[in-house]
């Protein structure tokens, strides 16, 4: 079926029978690599707009190349049209730039009539991305908060409320890291941001409760973030 369709639609202008069917399988398969992204995802930025965005982008990418289709003026115009836009938004995971260009491979090869590479390159792509999120080269620790405070430079200086507060941690925490150490009050205090896993049967209000018996403690915040809740 597909390679009837890449016959009939050799000439310079498809059927309109034929552009659905591309922006249907574009849109398909970028929602293939959505799925997989969002199963996969691991942090404390997941964005519900950038899952939308690899959907759509993938459909932009086939409507495109389906404009340009073999005219190089149209392929210079469109060219010269897009250089108009800029793109403010910064990707600070190279994973999510990824799945952004995965999709833009499926709607560019949906809009050349290359549907079988389009396919077995979606699947190869999120099967690749499945395998890897299982295997060792996967995250090994899933955080599911992050904690913030600050305390006194001198407290911290001693080692005492600091040898209890990695105790306390130890005893609350099935995981932790240090992820922020910065300078407040010209240098009075110090401001502490730690990634947070509870151990089981551990509640968030107990954890919060035991912690604030710490005096020196101030500014205490525990933000609690799921994998799949938009920010």
């Known amino acids: 079926m597909l390679d009837a369709i890449t016959v009939q639609t050799a000439s310079e202008s498809a059927n309109l ?14 929602v293939v690599l959505a799925i997989v992204y969002q199963k996969t995802f691991r942090g404390l930025s997941y964005s519900r707009n950038y899952v939308q965005a690899i959907v759509l982008i993938s459909i932009i990418a086939a409507v495109i190349i389906q404009a340009i ?12 049209a897009m250089a108009i836009i800029r ?7 190279p994973r999510d730039t990824l799945f952004l260009f ?15 590479a389009a396919i077995v390159g979606t699947i190869g792509f999120s099967l690749a991305a499945i395998i890897l999120y299982y295997s ?41 890291s240090l992820i922020t150490l910065r300078e407040i009050e010209q240098g009075k205090r110090l401001d502490y941001a730690y990634h947070i896993k509870l151990k089981r049967g ?12 710490l ?4 500014g205490l915040n525990l933000m609690m973030q799921e994998a799949t809740v938009d920010l």
Request: with cysteine.
């Open 17 to 30: 029978q034929t552009l659905i069917f591309t922006i249907l399988l574009s849109f398909v398969l970028s």
């Open 136 to 176: 060792p080269l996967g995250p090994q620790n899933y955080f599911d908060g992050m904690l913030r405070f600050n305390m006194p430079l001198e407290s911290s200086s001693d080692g005492k409320e600091k040898q209890y507060l990695d105790k306390f941690m130890q005893q609350y925490c099935k995981a932790f």
């Open 69 to 80: 289709g073999d005219s190089l003026a149209r392929g210079l115009g469109i060219m010269a």
């Open 215 to 218: 005096p020196s403690l101030k």
């Open 102 to 116: 995965a999709s833009l491979a499926a709607g560019i090869s949906c809009g050349a009539y290359a549907f079988a």
């Open 87 to 93: 793109f403010r938004t910064n990707l600070k995971d």
């Open 202 to 213: 551990k509640t968030h209000e107990e954890f919060l409760t035991q912690l604030k018996r």
